[in-house]
């Protein structure tokens, strides 16, 4: 739910719809399970919080700090979704 999305102290990113195996994976990471907190909405259920984060795209990957939306990431690209995440995470 959006109001969850605000209450995350660190780093949060939602996908949209299916995401890429990476992202499952991301998230199990010990190196991140500190620093990101990985959400999955389903966009056919929760309309609001798409249109909140303008997404047009499945996958869509939002990257939120502190409220406010840093990037984001349209499209299954692995290795930049990764590299995303370890920089705005600072790995």
């Known amino acids: ?34 620093r990101v907190v990985f959400l999955k909405i389903d966009v056919d259920v929760n309309h609001e919080t798409a249109a909140k984060y303008s997404v047009s795209a ?11 939306v840093v990037d984001r990431l349209m499209g299954a690209n692995a290795q930049r979704l990764q590299s995303m995440i370890e920089e705005i995470a600072g790995i």
Do not use: R
Request: aromatic share 8%; with cysteine; proline share 9%.
């Open 1 to 34: 739910t959006t109001s969850a999305l605000l209450a995350v102290p660190k780093y949060t990113l939602v996908c949209c719809n299916n995401p890429a195996p990476i992202f499952h994976k991301l998230s199990e990471s010990s190196s991140l399970k500190d």
């Open 58 to 68: 499945m996958p869509t990957f939002v990257f939120i700090k502190k409220g406010d």
